[in-house]
């Protein structure tokens, strides 16, 4: 397997991995994420896609440049969880309100599930493992275990 190989596979198995853990925590586990955990989410869908298309394009002179796209979006997601974890550590302040599930159907039911919704705010830790809350892990999963090594792949050896 070529590194360009490894590099499209990795940029594709990681941002699914931790997409299924932060889908599998709030459904499974019960942990509703807060508006920026969704913020970190997006990259994460954004490098699934691109990845694929990288796949789909292996033998395209276009399978480089969007596995490195699908890394920097592997590498905004987890900037987003550097933000979101000193958010919920107190090193600075938000940029977001509390947030709640959606909703829908008729008005009793929609105020009936608003009721019955946690409010989630961003600067709360929900849980955390060694000290490092899901932000801080997303953030090093993505920067130290994706991006820099999905690009470290795509290095063309001289």
């Known amino acids: ?5 490894k590099a499209r596979l990795l ?4 941002p699914t991995a931790l997409l299924a853990g932060a889908l599998g925590s709030q ?8 508006e920026m955990c969704h913020w970190q989410r997006w990259p994460h869908y954004a490098a699934v896609a691109v990845a694929l298309v990288a796949i789909l394009a292996r033998n ?4 480089r440049p969007l596995t ?3 890394a920097l979006l592997i590498l905004g997601s987890g900037a987003t969880g550097i933000f979101h974890a000193g ?3 107190g090193w600075w302040e938000g940029l977001t309100r509390c947030a709640s599930a959606g909703v829908g159907g008729s008005t009793a039911d929609v105020l ?7 409010m989630i705010r961003c600067d709360a830790v929900q849980w955390s493992l060694f000290g490092i809350s899901l932000a801080g892990w997303n953030a090093l999963f993505s920067i130290l ?10 290095k063309r050896p001289r």
């Open 112 to 118: 009936a599930e608003i009721m019955a919704t946690p």
């Open 1 to 5: 397997m070529t590194n360009l190989a």
């Open 87 to 89: 958010v919920e550590y």
């Open 60 to 63: 395209s002179a276009l399978s």
């Open 68 to 70: 490195l796209l699908a």
């Open 11 to 14: 940029a594709l198995i990681l």
């Open 145 to 154: 275990g994706g991006s820099a090594i999905v690009a470290l792949c795509l």
């Open 27 to 34: 459904y499974l586990g019960g942990l509703y994420p807060c």
